[in-house]
């Protein structure tokens, strides 16, 4: 039977704005308070997904969230009429204002970890919604997360859906940014790959000293459990603590993997070598051959795939087996990452392709190409119990876009925030929305 790995894109929601929010993101802290542009935001990500569309990929689109998040700002003890809830976080609490508007739902790699059937023990695609709770404006987003991903693959025959696990730090879970898959065809059993910054219970890891670890490894191990995976099929690795110190706040900021290959730093992981021949047993027991680029700290050091988010790209399989690379134009920008694609590619190996994407809205808040997308692989009868309204197509992407321009503001400040307007503005917008992806009701909103 076909598969295919298809790749959800996160539709940027109407308040993406920049609030400073992410300790250890190094775009989101330096880009704070600059005014940003909702509606450029959200059609950078369309071009993508049509960029892929019309080069033959299945494309799916994710829907953003509704904010302000009324309802986490009432449990926060503000009360009133929705206005007034709004006014009274703006008068005395800004930045949980600024958290409860966060579009940071985008970045649907952090949405959920996805195993695929051919993984599982029961023969079912698992999701596992990720608690996000390392940050405030992010541990709010599950709830409407599982609603959502329950109305795009709601098959109980072939989906199975895990709530996010228990939300405190020992669980810390960041979802498919620090989980990758190699395989030899997606159809087929795969390796798990998943990548920890700490663990939560055994001190003999170490953690960095500077910014957060956000995955621990006894969230990863829970995933691996709910999802019914054998040990045969998981590696679990940890993060290298000084690159998170240096703002690699996810695994996919320094590490991208696909089919049998993975493409990472040089300083990416700790124990590289044991690892590596980790993956190369396992998968090899599964019949496939795992390859690895490593990418000298002599050519690109961490700080510029930082800023350039090289591997943050999508290294995605096209028809005749070779791998094409998607980067955001920063890539383009730095010139010695630039230098090292051009070298890559004169060298001859797997990736034969590179692309460049201009994603400057959502890369200012630490978002590239691989942040905004979740990818799932399926079989051709998995795809066709796929809710087809999420499905991306020339008609869906023309109405997306005229959605866009009609709903989206291309300004947004902090003090926009506060305007009770915007609250209805993206209410609307999203309540269309769920019409034109034929969601039902996922919102707040929409269901109290
Ligand atoms: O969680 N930024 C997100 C970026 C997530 C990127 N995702 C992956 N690497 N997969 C984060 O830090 C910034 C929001 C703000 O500052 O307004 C933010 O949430």
Redesign the pocket.
Known sequence: MKSFEVNFDGLVGPTH??????FG?VA?QSN?QQASNPREAALQGLEKMKALMDMGFVQGVLAPQERPDVAALRSLGFAGTDAQVIERAAKEAMPLLVASC?A?SM?V??AATVSPSADTADGRVHFTAANLNC?Y??SIEHPTTSRVLGAMFADQQHFAHHAALPAVAQFGDEGA?NHTRFCREYGEAGVEFFVFGRSAFDSRYPAPQKYPARQTLEASQAVARLHGLSEAGVVFAQQNPAVIDQGV??N??IAVGNGELLFHHQDAFLNTEQMLAELHGKLAARGGNFQSISVPRDQVAVEDAVRSYLF?SQLLSRADGSMLLIVPEECRANPRVWQYLQGLLAAGGPIREVKVFDLKQSMQ???GP??LRLRVALNETELAAVNPGVIMTPSLYDTLTAWVNKHYRDALRESDLADPQLLLECRTALDELTQILKLGAVYPFQIN
């Open positions: 704005n920049y609030g400073g929010l992410s993101n989101s704070s966060s940071s970045w790699a952090n940050k404006h992010r940014a706040f996810h996919d900021v943050n808040n630490g978002g691989a942040c």
